[in-house]
């Protein structure tokens, strides 16, 4: 059973960067062909997808993000890591990992991640 697992900071100031790890287990991020995404959900609103790392290393992002996104990966930690620069109160949100296979929808997820971004 593949389980994944968010962590980080709770609370991020204004202007700084948001880090969060999605530790993997019961599977490697490796596997072909599947995609390790990160999704958010601002207090009120709907999902809103970030970017995924794919098993192959490549990466993709919202085009609305993806000036200040960076999805990288430890392949030896089995982890993806989003980094998110220069926050605002907007980015205040749960912030989710999960696993998509190839042309198919998100079959695990973590259990998501508050953050909350305030001075």
């Known amino acids: 059973q593949v389980q994944l697992q968010e962590s980080g900071p709770g609370l991020v100031k204004p202007s700084q960067t948001l880090s969060l790890t999605c530790t993997v287990t019961?599977?490697?991020?490796?596997?072909?062909?599947?995609?390790w995404t990160w999704i958010r959900q601002p207090p009120g609103k709907g999902l809103e997808w970030i970017g995924y790392i794919a098993y192959s290393g490549n990466t993709y992002y919202s085009p609305s993000l993806k000036s200040r996104t960076s999805i990288s990966r430890d392949t030896s930690k089995n982890q993806i890591t989003l980094q998110l620069r220069s926050v605002t109160p907007e980015d205040t949100a749960v912030y989710y990992c999960s696993r998509d296979p190839s042309d198919s929808p998100s079959d695990f997820w973590g259990q998501g991640t508050q953050v909350t971004v305030s001075s």
């Open positions: 019961g599977g490697s991020i490796t596997t072909n062909y599947y995609y």
